[in-house]
Nanobody, 125 residues
């Protein structure tokens, strides 16, 4: 069993930055590919970024490439998402997730074993 707790969300002006953290309980953190997703009001939850078990492979949604960076620290059981050059359309609840398959499977939300409760990111124009 893995519990995921996100933090770091908030209100920021367009062009600003935030750093989200997702702390995982349990000893099996390094067994999971980790991902960040987001869901805006009235929209489906969408993939944002993913990172492989050891952190050597990452992927990003086209909408955030070059602006967001995912990383992980397996010693701290934590995955991060650095959000730079934020835009109003980045406003959403951001969720982290643990996937039992590869980082590529995260894009289609396949093999996700655990979800966090989400943290709100609001970008004002």
């Amino acid at each position: 069993q893995v519990q995921l707790v996100e933090s770091g969300g908030g209100l920021v002006q367009a062009g600003g930055s935030l750093r989200l953290s997702c702390a995982a309980s349990g000893r099996a953190f390094s067994n999971y590919a980790m991902g960040w997703f987001r869901q805006a009001p009235g929209k489906e939850r969408e993939f944002v970024a993913g990172i492989s078990r050891a952190g050597g492979s990452t992927n990003y949604a086209d909408s955030v490439k070059g602006r967001f960076t995912i990383s992980r620290d397996n010693a701290k059981n934590t995955v991060y998402l650095q959000l730079n050059s934020l835009k109003p359309e980045d406003t959403a609840v951001y969720y982290c997730a643990a996937g039992s398959l590869t980082v590529a499977h995260l894009i289609t939300k396949t093999g996700i074993s655990y979800w966090g409760q989400g943290t709100q990111v609001t970008v004002s124009s």
